[in-house]
Nanobody, 120 residues
Framework: QVQLVESGGGLVQPGGSLRLSCAASGSIFSSIAMGWHRQAPGRERELVATITSGGSTTYGDSMKGRFTISRDNAKNSVYLQMNSLKPEDTAVYYC??????????????WGLGTQVTVSS
């Protein structure tokens, strides 16, 4: 079993910044990718950003140029630096990890989510 623990959410004013962190622990043979999705009330969950173990990144269209994802492979951790935040970024942000729990067995795990609220 793999557990993900997120931190760093909160309330920030428009134009401000937040940094989210997520640490994975448990039975991890190898980490394939980690990232973030978000879900706002009444909306579908959407991709925020993802990063592979090799460092390749993908961002949702509305996050490009404002958000930066990074990871520490040694710590099985992923980080999301969010700048120039807008009210429409308000959502619950979920960390996820695609891991090989043993050779040939790949699962995806999700954190419980952290609330980000952008408001004046």
């Amino acid at each position: 079993q793999v557990q993900l623990v997120e931190s760093g959410g909160g309330l920030v004013q428009p134009g401000g910044s937040l940094r989210l962190s997520c640490a994975a622990s448990g039975s991890i043979f190898s980490s394939i990718a980690m990232g973030w999705h978000r879900q706002a009330p009444g909306r579908e969950r959407e991709l925020v950003a993802t990063i592979t173990s090799g460092g390749s990144t993908t961002y949702g269209d509305s996050m490009k140029g404002r958000f930066t994802i990074s990871r520490d492979n040694a710590k099985n951790s992923v980080y999301l630096q969010m700048n120039s935040l807008k009210p429409e970024d308000t959502a619950v942000y979920y960390c996820y990890a695609v891991v090989e729990v043993r050779r040939g067995l790949v699962n995806t795990y999700w954190g419980l989510g952290t609330q980000v609220t952008v408001s004046s």
